[in-house]
C-alpha cells in the first residue's frame, strides 16, 4: 500500500525541468582563460601584472600606532641636566660680562647699505 | 679558500636538513573561511592536507574580527534596543531599568568566537588535516617554510619545510588605512578595535557608508551612541540597488544615524579623549570640523601578501595588489592556486568558501564550479538588506529590458505578527522570458530568505516558476512569492 504522498508525487508533471542527478562537469579546455572577475582579462604571465616584489616596495603596511599624548611626547634628554651651581674662576653668566673682543659686533651702517645694496657686484 | 667554501656549503646544508621537512599533497596557506574549506574538503577528496595559520586560532577574519563577532554585537544590541524601546507595545513591562553590562556583552560574543574557532580546529582533528601554527612563506615553487611565531602558544618550534604537490594561497585581507590617520584601535580604530571598544563612545563617527561601517554604527546607535556617517559618494551601501540604498539610508536615519554623503575627511587627530575631525563637502569645498569620542575609519580592506614571499617565486599582482589568477584560479604555476580576498571578486567569506571547495576540486577531478553571478550580498542591520543578482541600474546600464515585481513587508502576516513590518522584496525579471535577474530585500530575515533567490537565480527560474512554488504561511518567506507574482501577474495580498 503506497501511502498518499508517493502516488500523488508520481501523477505530478513539474513545471521546472529538472536534470538530476550527479552533476557532470564539462572538462576544461586546454586554454588559459581570464578570471571572470579579473579587470581588463587580466591573466598571469601578462604584461600588465606587476611583480609581488615591485608592488610591495611601494606598499605601506598597516599599522597601529598607540597613542601617546603630547607631554608623553616631549622627552626630557637627560644627557643634558641642568644644575644650578656658583660660578668658578674665569666663568662669567653673561656674553656682555667679557671683554669688548668675545661680544658680538652689530652690524655697522656701511655694512648694512653694502647688504642692502645687493653685496659684491 | 677552498675549505671556507666547503664550510659554507656544509654549514647552509646543514642548516637545511636541520629544518623539519613533511611532505603534503596539498598545501593551503591561511585558515580563514576560504582556506579552511579548502583543507576540509582537500581532505574529504582524500587529498593528504596541511593547513598553515600564523594568527593562533583558525577562522581567519571572519571568525576572529569580522563577520562572527559583529553578528554576535548587532543581535544582542538589537535585543536590548529592542527590550527598551519596543516592548511595552508587545505587552512587556519590565519594572526597573533596563542596564546594558558592557563586560558581559563583549564576553558574549568573545565566547562565540572562541567556540567557533575552536570548532574549525576539530573539524581540522576529524578530517585530518595536518593544522601548522606559524608563518607560511614559500621557500620555493614547491614547498612552504613554515617559520615559528613569537610567543604564539602551539607554533612549531622551528622552521619547517612542507613540500607540496599542490599549494593554495589564502592569505585574506586587512584594513585599508587611511593616508594621513593614525588607528590606536583605541579612540581611532579600525573594524577591529570597534569590536572592542572599553566604553559606548558618546559621539560616534564613522568614515565610510559601507557595510562594516553601518553595522557599526547600527550597533552603538542601539547602545546609545550619537552616530555620523561621513561618505565620500552620494549614496551609502556601495554595491546595493540605488532604490535599496536610499530605502536603507531612510531607515537608519529614523533609528538616529546621521549622514553626512557627498563628503570627504581632511584629517583626523587624537587629542586625548577626544578625536578632533575636519570634514569637507566635496562640491563645496566647505570645511566643518566634528569632535568624536570615537572614530571608526571602515573604507574597505585590502589584499594581504606580506610575509608570503611572493615576490621569491616571482607571482604576480594587479594594481590593487590582488594576487593574478586565471579562471581555474592558477597563478603563473598551475600547482599554485589563490582564492578569496587576496584575490579578484567581491571580499566576502563565502565567496572564499565556493573558490576554496571549486580550487581543490580543480586539484582532484581537474573541473569546479563557482557562478560569480549569483553570489549574495547582506547586510545585518534592522532591517536586514540582502541582495543577489544585478541591479536595477547595471540592467538599465547593460540595455536588458526588465519588469520589476515588489511586495512591502507590512502587507505580510508575520511580518506583522512580528511588529516587524519595514521594507520590501523587490524582483527583477526579463522582460521576454521573465527569467529571475535579481532579488533585493530589505526587511526582517533578508538574509535568509536570500538564499531562496539565490537557489532560482541558479535553477534558472522564471517568476511564475518561484510564485507557483507553496510557501508556507505564515512565513516572511510568502513575500518573496508576492513580489515574483507581482513581477509577471498582479500580488495577492496587496
Known amino acids: 500500500m503506497r501511502s498518499t504522498c508517493v502516488r500523488l508525487a508520481q501523477h505530478y508533471t513539474p513545471m521546472i525541468r529538472f536534470i538530476g542527478g550527479r552533476h557532470h562537469h564539462t572538462p576544461h579546455l586546454n586554454e588559459i582563460v581570464p578570471h571572470p572577475c579579473a579587470e581588463n582579462g587580466l591573466l598571469p604571465n601578462s604584461k600588465d601584472t606587476i611583480p609581488a616584489g615591485e608592488f610591495l616596495k611601494s606598499f605601506r603596511p598597516f599599522k597601529v600606532i598607540p597613542y601617546r599624548s603630547r607631554s608623553e611626547t616631549i622627552q626630557p634628554d637627560n644627557r643634558y641636566k641642568f644644575h644650578q651651581r656658583p660660578l668658578q674662576e674665569g666663568e662669567k653668566s653673561h656674553a656682555y660680562e667679557l671683554s669688548p673682543r668675545f661680544q658680538f659686533k652689530g652690524i655697522s651702517e656701511d655694512e648694512m647699505e653694502f647688504i642692502n645694496g645687493g653685496g659684491a657686484l | 679558500m677552498l675549505r671556507s667554501f666547503v664550510t659554507k656549503r656544509t654549514f647552509s646544508s646543514s642548516a637545511a636538513w636541520l629544518a623539519a621537512k613533511k611532505q603534503h ?46 553578528k554576535a554585537l548587532l543581535n544582542n544590541s538589537q535585543m536590548y534596543h529592542q527590550m527598551k524601546t519596543d516592548s511595552k507595545n508587545r505587552g512587556i513591562d519590565i519594572k526597573g531599568e533596563v542596564v546594558l553590562n558592557l563586560e ?28 601548522y601554527k606559524g608563518l607560511g612563506a614559500f621557500e620555493n615553487e614547491n614547498s612552504i617554510k613554515v617559520k615559528p611565531v613569537e610567543g604564539l602558544d602551539g607554533s612549531v618550534s622551528k622552521e619547517t619545510i612542507l613540500e607540496a604537490k599542490n599549494i593554495v594561497v589564502a592569505t585574506g585581507s586587512e584594513v585599508t588605512p587611511f593616508p594621513g590617520i593614525k588607528i590606536d584601535e583605541e579612540r581611532i580604530v579600525s573594524s577591529t578595535g570597534a569590536l572592542s571598544l572599553k566604553e559606548i563612545p558618546k559621539r560616534f563617527i564613522i568614515l565610510g557608508g559601507g557595510i562594516i561601517g553601518l553595522e557599526m554604527g547600527s550597533v552603538y546607535s542601539r547602545l ?10 552620494p549614496k551609502i551601501g556601495a554595491s546595493m540597488d540605488d532604490e535599496v540604498a536610499s530605502t536603507t539610508q531612510k531607515f537608519l536615519k529614523k533609528q538616529g544615524l546621521d549622514f553626512k554623503l557627498g563628503t570627504k575627511v581632511v584629517s583626523a587627530e587624537r587629542n586625548g579623549d577626544v578625536v578632533n575631525i575636519i570634514v569637507e563637502d566635496v562640491k563645496s569645498g566647505k570645511q566643518d570640523k566634528l569632535e568624536a569620542d570615537a572614530f571608526l575609519v571602515a573604507v574597505g580592506r585590502r589584499p594581504y601578501i606580506q610575509g608570503l614571499d611572493a ?16 579562471d581555474q584560479f592558477n597563478s603563473k604555476f598551475p600547482h599554485i592556486k589563490v582564492i578569496g580576498d587576496v584575490t579578484f571578486g567581491p571580499m566576502l567569506a563565502h565567496k572564499a568558501e565556493e573558490e576554496g571547495i571549486a580550487a581543490v576540486e580543480y586539484i582532484k577531478n ?6 560569480y553571478n549569483n553570489i549574495p550580498s547582506v547586510m ?43 521594507g520590501f522584496v523587490k524582483i527583477l525579471i526579463d522582460s521576454e522570458t521573465e527569467r529571475l535577474l535579481g532579488a533585493h530585500i530589505i526587511g526582517p530575515n533578508a538574509g535568509e530568505m536570500i538564499a531562496e533567490a539565490g537557489l532560482a537565480l541558479e535553477y534558472g527560474a522564471s517568476a511564475e516558476d518561484i510564485a507557483r512554488v507553496c510557501h508556507a504561511h505564515p512565513t516572511l518567506s510568502e513575500a518573496f512569492k508576492e513580489a515574483n507574482l507581482a513581477a509577471f501577474d498582479k500580488p495577492l495580498n496587496f
Open chain 2, 104 to 131: 558581559q556583552f563583549q564576553k558574549a560574543k568573545d565566547t562565540v568566537v572562541k567556540q567557533l574557532t575552536g570548532g574549525v580546529e576539530m573539524l581540522f582533528k576529524k578530517n585530518k588535516v595536518t593544522y
Open chain 2, 311 to 326: 615576490e621569491k617565486i616571482g607571482l604576480e599582482v594587479d594594481k590593487r595588489g590582488r594576487l593574478v589568477i586565471d
Open chain 2, 224 to 233: 546609545g551612541s550619537k552616530v555620523t556617517v561621513v561618505e565620500f559618494q
Open chain 2, 25 to 70: 599533497d596539498v598545501v593551503i596557506i591561511g585558515g580563514g573561511p576560504g582556506g579552511y574549506i579548502a583543507a576540509i574538503k582537500a581532505a574529504q577528496l582524500g587529498l593528504d592536507t596541511a593547513c598553515v595559520e600564523k594568527r593562533g586560532r583558525l577562522g581567519g577574519t571572519c571568525l576572529n574580527v569580522g563577520c562572527i563577532p559583529s
Open chain 2, 366 to 371: 581537474g573541473v569546479g564550479h563557482v557562478n
Open chain 2, 380 to 422: 545585518y542591520s534592522h532591517p536586514e538588506v540582502a541582495w543577489v543578482g544585478k541591479t536595477e541600474e547595471q540592467l538599465k546600464e547593460a540595455g536588458i529590458n526588465y519588469k520589476v515585481g515588489k511586495f512591502p513587508f507590512i502587507a505580510n502576516s508575520r511580518a506583522k505578527t512580528n511588529l516587524d513590518t519595514e
